[in-house]
């Protein structure tokens, strides 16, 4: 789920999708402001299935994880390294 398996393509494992978010954080964002930027990103994609919000909420939980976001005042930033 987080790294690509035989069943599971790499544009759909977590840690593809977490650095999708990853890059489209040049600023803070809200939660719903990111999705609606990441959606067309994702979703052009023939041969990949659509990207879900829940697939997308468990990103973000990686990330959070991993510690590469924080959330503040209600707005996701890349924590820099």
Same mark, same amino acid.
């Given at each position: 789920? /987080?790294? $690509?398996?035989?069943?599971?393509?790499?544009?759909?494992?977590? *840690?593809?999708?977490?650095?999708?978010? =990853?890059? #489209?954080?040049?600023?803070?964002?809200?939660?719903?402001?990111?999705?609606?930027? /990441?959606? $067309?990103?994702?979703?052009?994609?023939?041969?990949?299935?659509? *990207?879900?919000?829940?697939?997308?909420? =468990?990103? #973000?939980?990686?990330?959070?994880?991993?510690?590469?976001?924080?959330?503040?005042?209600?707005?996701?930033?890349?924590?820099?390294?």
């Amino acid at each position: 789920m /987080i790294l $690509p398996t035989k069943h599971l393509s790499t544009e759909k494992s977590l *840690l593809w999708i977490g650095a999708e978010i =990853l890059e #489209l954080l040049d600023e803070p964002k809200t939660v719903s402001r990111l999705w609606n930027d /990441i959606k $067309p990103q994702t979703n052009n994609h023939q041969n990949i299935p659509k *990207l879900t919000y829940e697939w997308f909420v =468990l990103a #973000l939980d990686f990330l959070y994880a991993t510690n590469a976001i924080q959330l503040s005042s209600g707005r996701i930033a890349k924590l820099q390294s």
